[in-house]
């Protein structure tokens, strides 16, 4: 949103505008706060490593130091933009999950008999979110109708570089990889339709198992980027989801609140957003099976 508000006015007046906006105001307090906090954290191990204490943590501020080779950084920083990628994309995978659902409610009680099934014979095991093969199979088809950007990759060239096909990019051009695949018959028959078995089905198919799960990415599909720089996270926020899901999904029923508009898909420069603007009523319902407790 800050950076929509930034762009709106010319390049050359944005270092100082930057400085006057609200949005970008409450951002840099954001920053500073961060820089406390963190800045606090890391001066605590240093202290405590200068003791010769050395407590072991297995996070992303002792892995820095490792992965920087010497190079400068902001942990700060770093800690922010990881948490930027890494939350608000699987909120609104959830959100927009949540919607479709509501356009078809016929996949709810498979995926809650799938659920059930698959909790009572193997309980809260990283083998039975695998085994939840319909809720992979909604989800994936959930982000590939509607991925939360139009353009997942998006690279510069370093060096003048010429690609496969000939095109030549010169030194510092941007270039950005559409996902028309998702929208094209040519890969998805009847791509435009929901079919939450869609990747059930051709995950049953001999040689496409392991191409038709959530996490897997294709030239064909690539709302996780593909190759190199495919999202690290994927596998994380898949488990994330799917145990958000086996809670929502038991414990709650939701819908619309009466009257109200579907929820339209926000378009933000080449982001898609699940609809901000549109409320739910939420009804705790009684679950078949207790899951809290597996
Ligand atoms: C459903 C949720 C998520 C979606 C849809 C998503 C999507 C993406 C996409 C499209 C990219 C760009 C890939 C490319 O440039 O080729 C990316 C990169 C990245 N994602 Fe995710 N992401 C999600 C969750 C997460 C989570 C939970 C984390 C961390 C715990 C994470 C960490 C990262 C990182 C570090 C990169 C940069 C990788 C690199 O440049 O090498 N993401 N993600």
Same mark, same amino acid.
């Given at each position: ?13 944005r /270092? &100082?505008v #930057? ?6 105001? +409450? ?5 500073? @706060?961060?820089?406390? =906090?963190?800045g ?7 202290a405590?490593?200068?003791k ?16 920087a080779?010497?190079?400068?950084y ?34 709810i ?26 809720l992979?199979s ?8 509607? /991925? &939360?950007? #139009? ?6 060239? +370093?060096?003048p570089?010429?690609?496969? @096909?000939?095109?030549? =990019? ?7 990889v ?36 959530f ?5 064909d ?11 690290p ?5 898949s ?9 929502v999904?038991l ?8 009257g ?11 982001s898609?957003v699940?609809?901000?603007f549109?409320s ?15």
């Amino acid at each position: 949103m800050t950076v929509g508000k930034l762009n709106g006015w010319p390049a050359p007046l944005r /270092p &100082i505008v #930057q400085r006057f906006l609200p949005h970008t105001r +409450e951002l840099q307090q954001a920053v500073k @706060d961060a820089r406390t =906090l963190i800045g606090g954290l890391v001066k605590e191990r240093e202290a405590l490593k200068a003791k010769g204490e050395t407590p072991e943590y297995a996070d992303i501020l002792e892995w820095l130091p490792q992965i920087a080779k010497g190079r400068t950084y902001d942990p700060a920083l770093v800690q922010l933009a990881l948490s930027f990628v890494a939350i608000h994309t699987t909120a609104d995978v959830v959100g927009q999950l949540l919607f479709d659902l509501i356009e078809h409610p016929e996949y709810i009680q498979p995926l809650r008999d799938e659920i059930i099934t698959v909790l009572k014979e193997g309980g809260w095991k990283k083998n039975s979110l695998y085994n939840m093969k319909l809720l992979d199979s909604v989800l994936k088809e959930s982000l590939r109708i509607r /991925p &939360i950007n #139009q353009t997942s990759i998006q690279r510069i060239a +370093e060096v003048p570089i010429t690609l496969s @096909d000939g095109t030549k =990019l010169s030194r510092n051009t941007l270039s950005i990889v559409p996902l028309v695949r998702h929208w094209d018959a040519e890969y998805y028959s009847d791509p435009d339709t929901f079919d939450g078995y869609r990747f059930y089905r051709l995950r049953q198919e001999r040689g496409k198992e392991n191409l038709s799960q959530f996490v897997s990415t294709s030239p064909d599909y690539l709302s996780f980027g593909h190759g190199l720089h495919a999202c690290p996270g994927r596998f994380f926020a898949s488990n994330e989801i799917k145990i958000i899901m086996c809670h929502v999904l038991l414990k709650y029923e939701w819908r619309l609140l009466e009257g109200a508009k579907p929820p339209q898909v926000l378009k933000h420069g080449f982001s898609l957003v699940a609809d901000p603007f549109s409320s739910l009523e939420i009804r705790r319902r009684q679950e078949e099976i207790v899951i809290d407790n597996l």
